[in-house]
Structure formats: C-alpha cells, structure tokens
C-alpha cells in the first residue's frame, strides 16, 4: 500500500508544497534528535535520512531517535544498500539516471532487492538526477558519475521523461549536498512541464527566498539539509 505516496498526491492536488528535510546520519547527534526536530521550519512534511557514506548501523540508530519525537514520515535516502532500516516508514528506491555507472542505475538495486521483498517499508521507485552545483559532490565522488550541466536543459529534461517512462514514481533533481548554486528555476520549469509525476528539487537551497523561487517553478517537494545540520 503506498500510503505516504498517495498522501503526496492529495497534496499536491489541492495545491500544497511539501518540504524534505534531510538528514545525514554521519553529521547528525542522535542525542540531539529533539533540539534539532524543533529547529526545522514549520512547514516540513518528510524527513528524508540518508548520505553517500553512511557507517553501518548509524541509519537505523537515527531513525530510531528522530521516532521518538516525531511523527512525520521519515523516509530511507540511501546512498547505498546497506543502509535499508526497517525502522523507516519507507524509502526512496533511486537509480541514477544521470550517471553510467550500471552499479548506480541497477547494481545497488539488485543487492537490496532480497531486503526488500517482503520489507513493511513504503518502496517508491525515484529517477535521480545529478545536476553540476558547483562544487565536487559527494554523489559525483562516490558513484564515479559526472552531474549534468545546467545549460543543458534538454537533455535534463529527456533524462527525467525516461525515468517517468521507465516507471518511476517521483523524480528527484539534486545539485548535491553543499552545493554553491542549485538547480535552476529554468531547469525546473521545463522539467515540470515534461512530467506527469512529482518533482522533487534539492542541494543548495538555503534561505526563504531560493525555496519560493523552485516552488515557483513546478517544484512539488523542496529538499533541504545542510542549512540545518548542526
């Protein structure tokens, strides 16, 4: 049952914005949950947990914290398989359709399959785009994948009809943690256009005023993370 997904949808229906937060368990005090659950903005509606090198076990001891003061869904944003965690509500099945690494776009899939196949968690598949922000990702790094140029809106665009195509629920635009600028307004715009599932945007977005600009532009869910580690 994709509960959380038709959630989104209903949402998003009647023209209400979600807003990730994410969370890397590496950079985050599980003693700390409370302090910093009251630190994030008002209107958040999922908490995504998750980073490209995450050490094992450390996943599941951050959704297990983040749970005992929150009831907002909180969903895997694994940089790989091991950091599955039946303690989630569910995960973000992403391939990297950026990239041409097969171990990206197929080969992490294949090893968290046998976890999953009778997993309570809410599975949604999720094409995931590397966009260039400006600075060398850890995505970039670890998946041995160069992001896409910016002015190369075409492209971008085709890339996320082929996830759509291909079957996924959601596509998720990502200039990287940390990123020095994020995924243009035009970006966005011709994307949303192109798509009839939701858009996800993140990396680099920091204030007020950068988020409304992506809402503005067809973004369905804001992801934000380094603003608010501690």
């Known amino acids: ?10 949402m998003l229906s009647e023209n209400r914005k979600a807003l990730a937060i994410l969370i890397d368990p590496e950079k985050f005090i599980p003693t700390k949950s409370e302090s910093f659950l009251k630190s994030i903005p008002k209107d958040t509606t999922h908490l995504f947990v998750g980073g ?9 001891a951050t ?3 983040l749970k005992n003061y929150t009831t907002l869904p909180i969903f895997i944003f694994p940089g790989d398989y091991t950091q599955i965690t ?18 990206y776009l197929i080969g992490q899939q294949i090893k968290g ?19 260039e922000g400006g600075n060398d990702s850890a995505v970039a790094k670890v998946s041995g994948t160069n992001p896409m140029p910016q002015n ?23 200039a990287g943690s940390g990123a020095k600028r994020y995924v243009s307004p035009a970006i966005v715009s011709e994307v949303k256009k192109t798509l009839r599932i939701p858009l996800i945007v993140g990396g680099g977005i920091k204030t007020e005023a ?11 869910m804001i992801v934000m993370g380094t603003a608010f580690e501690q």
């Open 52 to 60: 490209s090198t995450v050490p094992k076990d450390q996943t599941e």
């Open 1 to 10: 049952m994709h509960v959380y997904y038709t959630q989104l949808i209903k």
């Open 152 to 174: 190369a809106i075409e492209a971008i665009v085709n890339t996320a009809l082929a996830g759509q195509l291909l079957g996924a629920k959601l596509i998720y635009l990502e």
């Open 63 to 65: 959704v297990t914290a």
């Open 86 to 103: 039946e303690t989630a509500d569910g995960l973000l099945f992403l391939s990297l359709l950026s990239g041409r690494n097969p171990e």
């Open 210 to 220: 950068q988020k409304q600009e992506i809402y503005n532009a067809g973004a369905d």
């Open 113 to 131: 399959a046998s976890k999953l196949k009778d997993s309570a968690l809410e599975i949604i598949p999720t094409g995931y785009i590397l966009i």
